[in-house]
T-cell receptor, first 109, second 117 residues
Framework: QKEVEQDPGPLSVPEGAIVSLNCTYS??????FMWYRQYSRKGPELLMY????GNKEDGRFTAQVDKSSKYISLFIRDSQPSDSATYLC?????????FGQGTTLQVKP | KAGVTQTPRYLIKTRGQQVTLSCSPI?????VSWYQQTPGQGLQFLFE???????NKGNFPGRFSGRQFSNSRSEMNVSTLELGDSALYLC????????????????FGPGTRLTVL
């Protein structure tokens, strides 16, 4: 079993839709949860970072961590074509990042 | 502030050769990590260096090695290249402190795309 599981998609939505991206993880000891966005031919960039459980909001983006079910989510409101990218969940564990497979999102105008 | 830079951006090698990739972290960042990204396996951690010492290592064979210099710049080396080593190699730097436990944001470079023929 992989430590972090993420549906690779692809996911295609119309502009303005609410997008929900999800990951599950196996180790209940994990504490640091991140979402990265990666555009084609670029390195990943950090979108959201959450420590332990709860929600975090930044503009159109909301990250949720449910430690009881080992589930992490990223919601994108009012999605834009510029949001088209690969979204990677990641867990920080003693200095290394453990990534999900990444979900490819396409937002159509 | 300049971001993480990686050189070269693209590289083509043949099986059996070796390759050295370079990474310059953000000024002031002393922690440098390397990752391999492939379509099949996704992003996988190779190793982390801090103050010229390898502090963490992923599950890769000994053909993959790295080092860090006193100015925090880092290199990774892959010897006896195999077709399966074709990947995007990403370097990330962070302010992660000497405690080894505090978490800091990792900033990624654009990567070096290695093709092994």
């Amino acid at each position: 079993q992989k430590e972090v599981e993420q549906d690779p998609g692809p996911l295609s939505v119309p502009e303005g839709a609410i997008v929900s991206l999800n990951c599950t993880y196996s180790n209940s000891a994990f504490q640091y949860f991140m979402w990265y966005r990666q555009y084609s031919r670029k390195g990943p960039e950090l979108l959201m970072y959450t420590y332990s459980s709860g929600n975090k909001e930044d503009g159109r983006f909301t990250a949720q961590v449910d430690k009881s079910s080992k589930y992490i989510s990223l919601f994108i409101r009012d999605s834009q074509p510029s949001d088209s990218a690969t979204y990677l969940c990641a867990i920080g564990n003693t200095g290394k990042l453990i990534f999900g497979q990444g979900t490819t999102l396409q937002v159509k105008p | 502030k300049a971001g993480v830079t990686q050189t070269p951006r693209y590289l083509i090698k043949t099986r059996g050769q070796q390759v050295t990739l370079s990474c310059s972290p953000i000024s002031g960042h002393r922690s440098v990590s390397w990752y391999q990204q492939t379509p099949g396996q996704g992003l996988q951690f190779l190793f982390e260096y801090f103050s010229e010492t390898q502090r963490n290592k992923g599950n890769f064979p000994g053909r993959f090695s790295g080092r860090q210099f006193s100015n925090s710049r880092s290199e990774m080396n892959v010897s006896t290249l195999e077709l399966g080593d074709s990947a995007l190699y990403l370097c990330a730097s962070s302010l992660r402190g000497s405690s080894g436990t505090r978490w800091d944001e990792q900033f990624f470079g654009p990567g070096t795309r290695l093709t092994v023929l």
